[in-house]
């Protein structure tokens, strides 16, 4: 009974932080999602960073930290990465810097959709100084449409997961008190009580999936630190206080199902006939 629990804790446990870690991933891909403000020429520092200070304060920028993800990139800045990406030169065709001055701004990922986006590109290009704003719509709407397929899929692969681990465990319950009818039909003929007869049988479970349940949490957490070690980047993934949070519900999960599987095996075969045990 511990090994069959054991294992589909592990099963439960590792989707879980695939499940977590998929959706870290999908929080990382969209909070990398920004729109440009080009400003207009000639601005002087004072009107850039009022410019700056009014994009930090919209409801839609994304805060990380406390600080808002707005970044300033100058025009020489970005005349520099063009050359170096292209490797050709514009001040020496058309003999100035085409590029203008730019601030991007991280957006929100509950406002991550295109209509909401063209209003946040409205709402922008009627801030004085402002020329345009302009976003990636096409990469926008890709993203948004895999996220929420990935989302939508995971969450019912997760559903069916969890109900064929429960449904598991709960029929090796049942198997294990299958062999213990007749005792607990010989302790009802000898006038023994319900609750009486239920007690040994549920703490005995309760102690199977707690163990079951430490088996599983100690052979994840050795996985998850061997993780660490090979992958430095899992742990920005796999935040140490997650992995804990997941592994201490794998053990209340082993005692609960261990518990609710023996109370329901029980009450069968407390209310069953004599010819139906045999």
Same mark, same amino acid.
């Given at each position: 009974?511990?090994?069959?629990?054991?294992?589909?804790?592990?099963?439960?446990?590792?989707? &879980?932080?695939?499940?977590?870690?998929?959706?870290?991933?999908?929080?990382?891909?969209? @909070?990398?999602?920004?729109?440009?403000?080009?400003?207009? +020429?000639?601005?002087?520092?004072?009107?850039?960073? !009022?410019?700056?200070?009014?994009?930090? /304060?919209?409801?839609?920028?994304?805060?990380? @930290?406390?600080? #808002?993800?707005?970044?300033?990139?100058?025009?020489?800045? !970005?005349?520099?990465?063009?050359?170096? +990406?292209?490797?050709?030169? #514009?001040?020496?065709?058309?003999?100035?810097? #085409?590029?203008?001055?730019?601030? &991007?701004? +991280?957006v929100k990922p509950s406002y991550q959709d295109s209509l909401q986006f063209a209003n946040i590109q409205n709402d922008i290009e009627t801030i004085s100084g402002v020329f345009e704003a302009t976003y990636a719509q096409s990469l926008i709407g890709t993203i948004q449409a895999s996220v929420k397929k990935i989302s939508i899929g995971m969450i019912t692969f997760s559903i069916i997961l969890l109900f064929t681990a429960v449904f598991l465990i709960h029929n090796t319950i049942k198997l294990a008190l299958f062999s213990q009818r007749f005792l607990i039909r010989s302790m009802q003929l000898i006038g023994a009580k319900a609750g009486f007869i239920k007690k040994p049988f549920v703490l005995r479970s309760v102690l199977h999936g707690l163990t079951a349940?430490?088996? /599983?949490?100690?052979?994840?957490?050795?996985?998850?630190?061997?993780?660490?070690?090979?992958?430095?980047?899992? +742990? @920005?993934?796999?935040?140490?206080?997650?992995?804990?949070?997941?592994?201490?519900?794998?053990?209340?999960?082993?005692?609960?199902?261990?518990?609710?599987?023996?109370l329901s095996a029980l009450g069968k075969y407390l209310k069953m006939s004599l010819n139906d045990l045999y």
């Open positions: 009974m511990v090994f069959s629990i054991t294992l589909a804790l592990i099963v439960i446990g590792l989707f &879980a932080f695939f499940l977590l870690a998929t959706q870290k991933l999908a929080g990382m891909i969209q @909070e990398n999602i920004e729109i440009q403000a080009y400003l207009e +020429k000639n601005l002087g520092e004072s009107e850039k960073i !009022a410019i700056d200070k009014t994009l930090r /304060a919209k409801e839609y920028t994304l805060v990380k @930290e406390g600080e #808002p993800q707005v970044v300033f990139i100058s025009k020489e800045d !970005a005349l520099k990465d063009f050359t170096d +990406k292209t490797g050709e030169d #514009p001040v020496a065709i058309l003999g100035e810097n #085409p590029l203008r001055d730019a601030f &991007a701004i +991280k349940g430490v088996f /599983a949490s100690a052979l994840i957490y050795l996985l998850i630190n061997l993780g660490y070690k090979e992958i430095a980047e899992l +742990k @920005e993934v796999l935040l140490p206080m997650e992995v804990l949070m997941v592994l201490g519900i794998l053990l209340i999960l082993g005692i609960l199902i261990g518990f609710l599987s023996t």
